[in-house]
């Protein structure tokens, strides 16, 4: 774990801070307890997890996978779980009492599906034998929570159900999965990122036929012959599945929250933490939720019943720390200082559980530079897939029961879409046929812009294409061969620098080396006013470059190539090494065969 925040770091401001007196100061009232679902509430008694315990669980990206996990961090009634053979930055966080997760064992006596660790195959993994390899214990049984209610819904009835990641959109969906009083909805011949955990009483699924009684539009599968014309019965009948019955949808009443009431709240760009917030809009099933004394534009839209909200006084009860609002405290925290961001204490960082602190705005979740920039990772099931780890902060437009489907205005697209962290299968998604007209509203079209920087000379030209053809990949280093030597003579003196020199750089010795670069020298200083340092040069992306630090295409392309250099001089030099080891495997052969050749010629003419 790199950039390590202490716990005192965490909490000390928190110590000279009361919820009592604030909400005196402040005029305010806190939310009601009876407002909060169980799930939100207090719970019964304290966590008994700990580090290093082993259990199952869903993965939140991909919600139809359990996968085997690692309480990597515990605080409080929160757990940071890893998922086993897998990088730290699909690390997620949930509480103790979770829905979410499951004993070591659980899939195997529920007939679902476990995806073991990376390296191990789905028939050969062995609880038992992985426990005792790893020299690890699992979480026993009577950790976790335990529902036996019934939802109503089977396995693979159709529905008709909000698309959560594409809100204005009512699709065709299935019941892929049941577990308790929960069920996974799936939309049809669509992958699992889109998929969702709901019960009955959810206000994003509704029965087969309600867009048509209520004249909303209804996305068909993807895919489907005739999506314009699409009708349930006919449907029903070429899959040979059945509704789901309107009896089993059981809509819960609205929630009762107000505006002003106080709340505890995680927060969503940096999950680590829970912060004192307020509530500033409500809708019937939804809150905008206000994070007190931080900027508006940090202010998001979440469900009424959502598990990161929580009654005042439940992190002293949980025992995990509180952040107060910025400023309200007489006592400054250890790291103050080390974040330009105001507000900021340097704790968390953009890119995920992988760095528990940072020093710089490019390593900051609330930083300008990242306000409007998508945090994107690989999909760890997907191969060149992305998903978003952070998103941009998009604006709520009004009632999710009542909203109008939005239109989104596409474009040709080339591989520079990627660069701006775009889905194609958002996108996609979002450009099917629907069966009745879409209504369209001005403020709530999207447009996808691409980017097609114009080389200036012969040698931004060269730089153009040769960043660029590398770059576009999810994975690079695939591409990055195919012109590396146009790489190695653009940038020579870049050329044998890993990486991991590179990440042990100052604030000056990035700058130095910026001012080394042909014609960068008046960018030195920029990179010196923003405390870069190599870590944080190493994260920069080409957008960064470009747009957000206001530099020049010509420099831009060149500091972006030297960054590609870095990252994979170590993988050039091992595949060279191989190549030269090989090449002296085979001259060492062929000259044994060309000694043997010449001896049985001696032989011969003897």
């Known amino acids: 774990m790199k ?19 604030y909400l005196n100061e402040q005029k305010a009232e806190a939310a009601p307890l009876a407002l909060f679902t169980q799930s ?5 008694g304290r966590s008994g997890f700990k580090v290093g315990m082993k259990l199952e669980g869903i993965d939140p990206l991909h919600p139809s996978m359990f996968c085997v996990l690692t309480a990597a961090e515990v605080i409080g009634c929160r757990l940071r779980l890893h998922i086993d053979g897998y990088l730290e930055c699909y690390d997620f966080w949930v509480n103790a009492d979770s829905a979410d997760i499951r ?119 993807q895919g489907h012959p005739n999506p314009e014309s699409f009708l349930w019965a006919e449907y029903l009948q070429e899959t040979g599945s059945t509704a789901a019955p309107s009896s089993a949808f059981t809509l819960r009443p609205p929630h009762g929250f107000q505006v002003n009431h106080r709340l505890e709240a995680v927060d969503r760009r940096n999950p680590m933490l829970i912060r004192v917030a307020t509530v500033i809009d ?44 910025p400023g309200s405290s007489p006592l400054s925290s250890p790291s103050q200082g080390v974040c330009p961001t105001p507000g900021c204490r340097g704790v968390g960082h953009i890119k995920g559980a992988k760095y528990t602190g940072h020093h710089s705005a490019f390593g900051c979740p609330y930083s300008d530079i990242n306000m409007r920039k998508e945090v994107l990772l690989p999909d760890r099931v997907g191969g060149e897939r992305v998903v978003t780890l952070v998103p941009v902060i998009m604006h709520h437009h009004g009632s999710q029961a009542h909203r109008t489907a939005v239109e989104m205005k596409t474009e040709p697209r080339d591989e520079t879409t990627l660069l701006l962290g775009k889905r194609r299968r958002q996108t996609d998604r979002l450009s099917q046929p629907i069966k009745f007209l879409r209504v369209k509203h001005e403020e709530e079209k999207l447009h996808l812009t691409t980017l097609r920087p114009a080389p200036e000379s012969s040698l931004q030209a060269a730089l153009h294409q040769s960043v660029f053809l590398s770059a576009m990949s999810a994975q690079p280093n695939r591409d ?127």
């Open 3 to 21: 950039n390590k925040v202490s716990s005192t770091q965490v909490s000390v401001k928190r110590r000279s801070w009361s919820w009592q007196q």
């Open 40 to 44: 939100q509430s207090f719970p019964s």
């Open 103 to 221: 004993p070591a064992g659980w899939c195997k006596h529920n007939n679902h599906k476990l995806h073991p660790p990376k390296g191990y195959s789905e028939t050969d993994f062995d609880w038992e034998t992985y426990l005792q390899s790893t020299g690890s214990h699992a979480a026993p049984a009577t950790l976790f929570n335990s529902c036996s209610a019934d939802c109503g819904f089977r396995v693979g009835m159709k529905l008709e159900a909000v698309d959560r990641k594409n809100p204005g959109l009512v699709c065709v969906a299935s019941v892929a999965d049941v577990v308790d009083d929960r069920f996974l909805v799936h939309f049809d011949n669509w992958d699992d990122t889109y998929d969702y955990w709901c019960n009955s009483s959810s206000p994003y699924i509704h029965p087969v036929g309600w867009c048509e009684e209520q004249g909303r539009p209804l996305t068909a599968p």
């Open 282 to 325: 409500t809708e019937d099933y939804k809150i905008k939720v206000h994070y007190d004394g931080w900027p508006q534009h940090f202010d998001t839209w979440c469900d009424s019943d959502l598990c990161d909200l929580h009654p005042v006084g439940w992190c002293q009860r949980t025992g995990h720390p509180l952040e107060p609002p």
């Open 480 to 606: 990055l061969s195919l012109c590396w030597e146009q790489h190695r003579k653009l940038l020579p003196g870049v050329a044998g620098v890993h990486a991991e020199t590179v990440q042990h750089w100052s604030v000056q010795q990035v700058s130095d080396f910026i001012e080394s670069l042909p014609g960068c020298e008046e960018q030195a200083k920029l990179f010196r006013d923003e405390q870069i340092d190599g870590r944080a040069f190493l994260l920069l992306t080409q957008r960064d470059i470009v747009r957000i630090m206001s530099i020049k295409l010509g420099p831009a392309l060149k500091i972006y190539n030297s960054i590609l250099m870095f990252k994979h001089a170590k993988d050039r030099s091992q595949s060279h090494c191989e190549e030269m080891i090989q090449l002296h495997d085979n001259d060492k052969s062929q000259s044994h065969v060309e000694d043997r050749s010449h001896s049985h010629k001696e032989d011969a003419s003897t």
